[in-house]
C-alpha cells in the first residue's frame, strides 16, 4: 500500500508535464500527494473498520478537498446520496492496492475489489480494471512468480501482457481509462528488476503517470516487498499525520513491512 503511495507521490510533477524516460530526479519540492494516495487510504481506512467502502471514501475523501479529483469524482464526493455514474476510469484502479494485501484468497479479493469499485466506477471496465490490479497485488505478495502473474492477469482479463515498456513507450500518452491504463502499469511492474525499477518504468510511459506509477508502485511493493528507507521517508514528510496514522494502522495489521 504504501508502494501505491509512494508511486502517487513521485509521479505527480509529471501527470501534466509527462516524460519519456526513466532518468528522472525521484522526489522534488513539487512532489505531491493526490487523489490516489487519499482514496487508497479511505479503501485501506474501510477495510480496518470493516465497513463500508462508501463511506469512507466520501468521509476522506472530502478532507481534502484540493487533491487533484476528476468532474465527476468531484460531484460524487459532493453529493449528498453519492450513486455510480458508469465510469470506466482507472480512479477505480488506482484505490484498490490495499484489497491485494488484506485478503488471503483469489476469491475474496476480486469480490471485494469488485465491491470498491462499484459505489463509483460500475462500468465493466472499472470494475475489470479495479479486480485485475488487486489481484495482481495479491498474486505478487504470494506467488512470487511473474510468469504466473502475467499468465493469470492475461487469461482472466484478456489485457495484453505481451508487450514491454520499450514496445509502449514510443506511442503512449495520457489515458485515464481503466483499459488504457491498467494493462500498460502492470507491464511496468513485470518489467522491472525493483521497486523503484517499477514506478520510474511508469512514469517513463508519459501517460497519467502519477496513476500509473501508484498502480506499478502497490504490484511492485508486494512483490519486492518495502521500499527503500529514503522513499519512505519522503512519503511520511508529505502525508498529513492523519493519512500517514491510517497507513501505518494497516500495514501494523497485515504485517507489510516499513
Same mark, same amino acid.
Given at each position: 500500500?504504501?508502494?501505491?503511495?509512494?508511486?502517487?507521490?513521485?509521479?505527480?510533477?509529471?501527470?501534466?508535464?509527462?516524460?519519456?524516460?526513466?532518468?528522472?530526479?525521484?522526489?522534488?519540492?513539487?512532489?505531491?500527494?493526490?487523489?490516489?494516495?487519499?482514496?487508497?487510504? /479511505? %479503501? &485501506?481506512?474501510?477495510?480496518?473498520?470493516?465497513?463500508?467502502?462508501?463511506?469512507?471514501?466520501?468521509?476522506?475523501?472530502?478532507?481534502?478537498?484540493? &487533491?487533484?479529483?476528476?468532474?465527476?469524482?468531484?460531484?460524487?464526493?459532493?453529493?449528498?446520496?453519492?450513486?455510480?455514474?458508469?465510469?470506466?476510469?482507472?480512479?477505480?484502479?488506482?484505490?484498490?492496492?490495499?484489497?491485494?494485501?488484506?485478503?488471503?484468497?483469489?476469491?475474496?479479493?476480486?469480490?471485494?475489489?469488485?465491491?470498491?469499485?462499484?459505489?463509483?466506477?460500475?462500468?465493466?471496465?472499472?470494475?475489470?480494471?479495479?479486480?485485475?490490479? /488487486?489481484?495482481?497485488?495479491?498474486? /505478487?505478495?504470494?506467488?512470487?512468480?511473474?510468469?504466473? +502473474?502475467?499468465?493469470?492477469?492475461?487469461?482472466?482479463?484478456?489485457?495484453?501482457?505481451?508487450?514491454?515498456?520499450?514496445?509502449?513507450?514510443?506511442?503512449?500518452?495520457?489515458?485515464?481509462?481503466?483499459?488504457?491504463?491498467?494493462?500498460? &502499469? +502492470?507491464? &511496468?511492474?513485470?518489467?522491472?528488476?525493483?521497486?523503484?525499477?517499477? %514506478?520510474?518504468?511508469?512514469?517513463?510511459?508519459?501517460?497519467?503517470?502519477?496513476?500509473?506509477?501508484?498502480?506499478?508502485?502497490?504490484?511492485?511493493?508486494?512483490?519486492?516487498?518495502?521500499?527503500?528507507?529514503? +522513499?519512505?521517508?519522503?512519503?511520511?514528510?508529505?502525508?498529513?499525520?492523519?493519512?500517514?496514522?491510517?497507513?501505518?494502522?494497516?500495514?501494523?495489521?497485515?504485517? +507489510?513491512?516499513?
Amino acid at each position: 500500500m504504501i508502494g501505491s503511495i509512494a508511486g502517487d507521490i513521485i509521479g505527480s510533477v509529471y501527470e501534466h508535464c509527462p516524460i519519456k524516460t526513466k532518468d528522472f530526479k525521484l522526489f522534488s519540492s513539487q512532489c505531491r500527494f493526490t487523489d490516489d494516495s487519499v482514496l487508497t487510504i /479511505a %479503501v &485501506a481506512k474501510a477495510v480496518l473498520e470493516e465497513d463500508d467502502y462508501r463511506k469512507w471514501i466520501r468521509d476522506i475523501g472530502r478532507r481534502y478537498p484540493g &487533491a487533484g479529483y476528476g468532474g465527476s469524482f468531484s460531484g460524487w464526493l459532493q453529493s449528498s446520496n453519492p450513486g455510480p455514474y458508469n465510469s470506466w476510469g482507472n480512479g477505480a484502479a488506482m484505490r484498490v492496492s490495499p484489497i491485494g494485501f488484506a485478503f488471503d484468497s483469489s476469491e475474496e479479493v476480486l469480490e471485494e475489489a469488485a465491491r470498491t469499485a462499484v459505489i463509483s466506477h460500475n462500468h465493466p471496465e472499472g470494475v475489470k480494471g479495479a479486480k485485475a490490479t /488487486a489481484l495482481a497485488v495479491f498474486m /505478487a505478495r504470494t506467488t512470487q512468480d511473474k510468469s504466473i +502473474i502475467r499468465k493469470e492477469i492475461c487469461d482472466q482479463f484478456n489485457y495484453n501482457l505481451n508487450r514491454t515498456v520499450e514496445d509502449i513507450r514510443p506511442s503512449y500518452s495520457f489515458d485515464v481509462s481503466c483499459q488504457g491504463s491498467v494493462p500498460e &502499469a +502492470i507491464i &511496468a511492474f513485470l518489467d522491472s528488476e525493483s521497486y523503484e525499477d517499477a %514506478v520510474r518504468n511508469a512514469v517513463s510511459l508519459g501517460g497519467d503517470s502519477d496513476t500509473l506509477a501508484c498502480i506499478s508502485g502497490g504490484i511492485a511493493q508486494a512483490y519486492y516487498g518495502g521500499i527503500s528507507s529514503y +522513499i519512505l521517508e519522503q512519503v511520511k514528510v508529505r502525508l498529513p499525520e492523519e493519512l500517514w496514522q491510517i497507513t501505518e494502522r494497516f500495514c501494523q495489521k497485515y504485517g +507489510i513491512e516499513i
